[in-house]
């Protein structure tokens, strides 16, 4: 009698340890994988605001790529305002000169224009070097050696098309590169 006690209670001990053992691996298995999803969560929805911001940039390089001959065209203007004003100077220092009066000679240049203009050529420069440094931050190597390409130009507007096009099909295909660190 006593041996089927003793029997009886080893397999109960071994069946409560058994239980035991199978919930404490329940939880651990569980909560690793439920950690490991939150992770695989979190990359996840990081890499998609990546790839949104990504998008962004391509949008704004393709509207500057467009905007070069607007840039272009405004320079010409300034250039030709520059002159106005070489013209008007001389005009108001001598009117009768120019048989003109002090009034016309002023008015041979639009300042408010040539302000305007100034000042969109000054946004369209600022994006530009806003957007290649973004560039090189959220693209790949590829974009980045573009970018530092663009970066050293004195007059972006007049840089060769097929840089910009190939800066632009740089960015399409590095749009979901990833560098996995290790």
Known sequence: ??????IVMVNSVTTLLGVILGAVITWY???SSSKDLWLLGNINKQQNEIVQKRLELIEQASI?????????????????QAQFATEASKCAIEPEKYEMTLIQCKQLMDIDEAFKQSKLKTDMTAKFGWLVQMSG???????????????????????????????I???????YYFKMES
């Open 137 to 167: 931050i959220y693209f790949g190597p590829k974009t980045s050696q573009y970018a530092a390409n663009l970066s050293k130009l004195p007059k972006w507007w007049e840089a060769d098309i097929t840089l910009f096009k190939g800066f």
């Open 29 to 31: 298995l569980t909560s």
């Open 169 to 175: 099909d740089t960015m399409k295909e590095e749009m």
């Open 1 to 6: 009698m006593r041996q089927e006690f003793n």
């Open 64 to 80: 500057l790529l467009n905007s070069t001959q607007t840039i272009e065209d405004i320079n010409r203007y300034l250039l030709a």
